[in-house]
Each structure stands twice: as C-alpha cells, then as structure tokens.
C-alpha cells in the first residue's frame, strides 16, 4: 500500500538510519507499537512519543529564542498536511464519537484534490485552511492534532511559511531528529496515509458506517450522528 510519508521526517530518517542512537529509537518504537491494536490508541502513543522527543528539541535556549512561531498565525494550517491512517481514525472519531463539528462541504472539496500537490493550489486561500483551524487562528483539535503538525516549529520569518500566491518558499524549522524517526515509527504501524482532508474523508465514512457505530456507548452523541451521516449522504449525492 502506498505510504506518503512527510517528507521531512523522511529525509531524516533516511539520513540517520544508519546510525545506532536512531535506530534503536526507531526499533524501541517499532515494538511499543506494533503491540497496540487499536488505531486511535496507536496514534496517541505515537503522538506522546513525537511530543516528548519535540520538547527535547524545544529545551534548547536558542530554540526558545528564535522560533517564530505564535499563537493565531495559521501560515501552515493553510497547507497540505500528512496524516497516517490511525491519525484519521483518531479525528475522524472526535468529529463522528466526539461531536466536534467541522465544515464538511470545505472538507469533501479539499479531500477530492486527494493527494495532489498541484490540484491543492488550485483552491482559492480560503478553501485552503484546516478545517481544524479556529476563527482565531487556532488549532481547535490541539491535544489530538497530528503528528506532522507538532514537529513545525519555524526559525524564519512567518512570510516565508504564507501560501497565499500559491507558492511554497524555504523555511527553516527546528530541528526534531528523533521526533522524525517517531514521527516515521508512527506512519510504519499504520499501514496507509495520505493529506488529511483525503485520509478523514475515508475516515469519516469508515466510522459512520451501521456497522462500526456502537449506539449503545454513552459517548456517542446520537444526534449529531445522525446529522452528520445525514449531510455525508447529501453531499455523496453531489
Ligand atoms: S490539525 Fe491543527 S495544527 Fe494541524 S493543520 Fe489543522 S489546524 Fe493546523
């Protein structure tokens, strides 16, 4: 199954495989993950992994000096991000379980450019924004959001990060080796992954399917299911 790994933490791994230190993070993950069965419980362990190795990297005094990185500035959200397979599970579960409400319509209109680079920056800028994304600029998924997104931490000036004429410049972002490789240990256990408007909507149709819903969970907030699978068919008709 093809596998679209983010391309940074690639690089990473394939520059730093060869080295023992790396590879036995790399190997220590492997293990810890392939004894988890549940997808949403994979991501979560992969994304405490990603965290706890960011931080290590965020600890350096000059790191915390110069990122340019602040709250409300969205430069990135406004780009194609990779998510793995377990990652769309877990959100997918927090907009279908969690009634965590997302603009479907943006959201099927970003997720039939697929995988394309190119057919991404036909959109128009507005329709390019996360569908996570707050009114504020915000991640409003931020305890859940994937692993790619907890790795950018940018040096260079928010300029360099903006989209907006549809052209992508050099940024410069921290270094996070070893959350790279946890980031690649993560894509390897899922099995699939691709941009995340294309990974959900297969997602969110993987989870509200009869079968896999379990009404008789408290957690399941049975209204907004219902809506939800609603609009789903509404715009499959399109
Ligand atoms: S998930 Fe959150 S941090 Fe990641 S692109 Fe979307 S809004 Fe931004």
Redesign the pocket.
Same mark, same amino acid.
């Given at each position: 199954m093809l596998i679209n790994y983010p391309q940074r933490a690639y690089e990473t791994f394939k520059r730093l495989s060869p080295i023992s230190e790396f590879n036995d993070i790399y190997r220590f993950l492997q293990n810890i993950l392939s004894k988890i069965s549940s997808p949403i419980e994979r991501a979560r362990k992969t994304h405490q992994y990603v965290d706890l190795y960011t931080n290590e990297s965020l600890s350096n005094p000059a790191a915390k000096k110069f990122i340019t990185c602040h709250k409300g500035c %969205?430069a @990135? @959200?406004h780009t194609q991000?990779s998510v793995n397979s377990d990652e769309a599970a877990l959100l997918a579960n927090k907009v279908i379980h969690e009634g965590h409400e997302v603009d479907l319509k943006k959201l099927y209109i970003q997720g039939n450019v697929e995988n394309s680079g190119s057919g991404w920056f036909e959109l128009p800028y507005e329709m390019r924004g @996360?569908v996570? =994304?707050d009114e504020g600029g915000g @991640? %409003?998924?931020?305890e859940d959001?994937?692993s790619v997104?907890r790795t950018n931490n940018a040096f260079s000036p928010p300029v360099q990060c903006e989209t907006k004429d549809g052209i992508e410049k050099p940024v410069r972002l921290l270094n996070t080796e070893k959350a790279d490789f946890a980031v690649i240990a993560g894509f390897r256990a899922s099995g699939e992954a691709g941009t =995340?408007p294309h990974m959900l909507w297969k997602a969110l149709g993987e989870q509200s399917k009869p079968r896999v819903v379990t009404p008789s969970k408290k957690v399941v907030k049975k209204a907004y299911l219902k809506r939800i699978k609603k609009d789903l068919s509404k715009i499959f008709e399109v």
């Open positions: %969205s @990135c @959200c991000v @996360c996570f =994304l @991640c %409003s998924i931020y959001r994937p997104c =995340l």
